[in-house]
């Protein structure tokens, strides 16, 4: 959600530039309209989106920017007509969008996030007019680097019972992320084999995901080294410098999840795909255009598609899913004063395939 203009009363862990020097500065949320809840954050995963869009790779320059999509919380204060379905102390969480036009084609059919008038992200979207809140109007909206925030009930889930609320936040981004692809193509279905390149945060999380759909899962990833890893979630995994074991895979595989976010060679990866129903599917935000092989996808009838987070529906399925799975991300709990150098380790590629997140009651030591 944006902040009301010369507004007071609540903070923010922000960038004022593309470095990554995070500062505290005092803002003010709005208070709930009618269908708006209020929450306290308790708990905001770090994603490398957040990177992305801090440090300008995304062409977004909003600043100052608190970032954070993966927030888990407790509720506050609720509008009368969002008290049907929250109540004071519920514990909830917040993924990637705040608002939607919640009127268009795509958003009647659970694709908020493709909505035709476009949607709000929750952090460095620009607050549309006509929306209530007009003293957010003309600002950008902050994310759940901060101490609280006031969303729409539509884009707020309720955690299920028993799931932690530092678990609960990340699985908002790469949770829905990897499930919406998976409920489309492998939920459901039997003998699936699902590959899944990279395996950081995730990866991790897509691999967690297929085996519990009942799927077999390849890890492909740059070199062997966390073979050990793989296996430990019941995974295979294959270093794509293998020439010859990519070879092996020729026409096996029925849906590749891509989560890397750097530009790398997927035609080798379309090779593995089963003609005419395999499917690769996108999931990194890479800038450089890819490279398509066309003579590999007219003779083996493949699919390469891409997708971003998913609909609101869905992403309550997802946490119902994980919930009963027992499917969590791999976290390390971290305060607010150490939010920066976190940032650093993923800018480097050292974060490994853990979540930092952030507690946010550890930004009033600032």
């Known amino acids: 959600m944006a902040c009301v203009v010369g507004g007071k009363g609540s903070f923010m862990l922000a960038a004022l530039d ?44 909003k ?16 509008g009368e007509k969002a008290a049907s379905k929250f109540k004071v102390g519920d514990h909830v969480s917040v993924g990637c969008m705040v608002l939607s036009c919640m009127t ?12 035709f008038k476009g949607k709000t992200l929750t952090y460095c979207g620009a607050y549309p007019e006509g929306m209530g809140h007009d003293d957010c109007v003309g600002t950008h909206t902050n994310g759940g680097y901060s101490t609280d925030i006031t969303v729409h009930q539509r884009f707020v889930f309720k955690v299920p ?33 699902v590959g899944v390149v990279g395996f950081g945060g995730l990866g991790m999380m897509a691999a967690k995901i297929s ?27 294959v270093a794509t410098s293998d020439s010859d074991s990519i070879a ?22 379309i090779s593995t795909l089963k003609p005419v129903t395999g499917t690769l599917v996108l999931l990194g935000g890479v800038v450089k255009p890819f490279e398509l092989p066309a003579f590999s996808l007219l003779f083996s009838g493949a699919t390469v598609e891409g997708s971003l ?11 119902e899913f994980c919930s009963e799975n027992k499917i969590s991300p791999d976290i390390e709990i971290i305060a607010a004063k150490d939010a920066e150098a976190a940032l650093h380790k993923l800018h480097e590629g050292v974060g490994g395939a853990k979540r930092f997140v952030i507690k946010m009651e550890t930004l009033k030591d600032m």
């Open 18 to 61: 593309k470095e990554y020097k995070m500062t505290k500065l005092e803002i003010g949320r709005p208070a709930p309209g009618p269908e708006d809840v209020a929450i306290d954050i308790i708990y905001c995963g770090m994603c490398h989106s957040d990177l992305s869009n801090i440090n300008g790779d995304w062409g977004r320059d």
């Open 63 to 78: 600043y100052p920017l608190a970032p954070g999509h993966e927030i888990g919380g407790v509720v506050r204060e609720v």
């Open 104 to 115: 268009c084609g795509m958003c009647d059919q659970g694709f908020e996030q493709h909505c």
């Open 161 to 193: 019972e028993g799931m932690p609320l530092e678990v609960a936040g990340p699985l908002c981004c790469a949770g829905i992320t990897t499930y919406a692809p998976l409920a489309r193509h492998v939920k459901g279905k039997k003998d699936q084999h």
């Open 211 to 237: 085996k519990a759909m009942g799927a077999k899962v390849t890890i492909f990833s740059r070199s062997d080294a966390k073979k050990a890893e793989a296996a430990a979630l019941g995974a295979d995994l």
């Open 248 to 269: 092996a895979m020729s026409r096996s595989i029925d849906t590749i999840l891509d989560t890397v976010s750097e530009f790398h060679d997927i035609g080798k990866l």
């Open 309 to 319: 987070i998913g609909g609101c529906d869905l992403t309550q399925e997802m946490l």
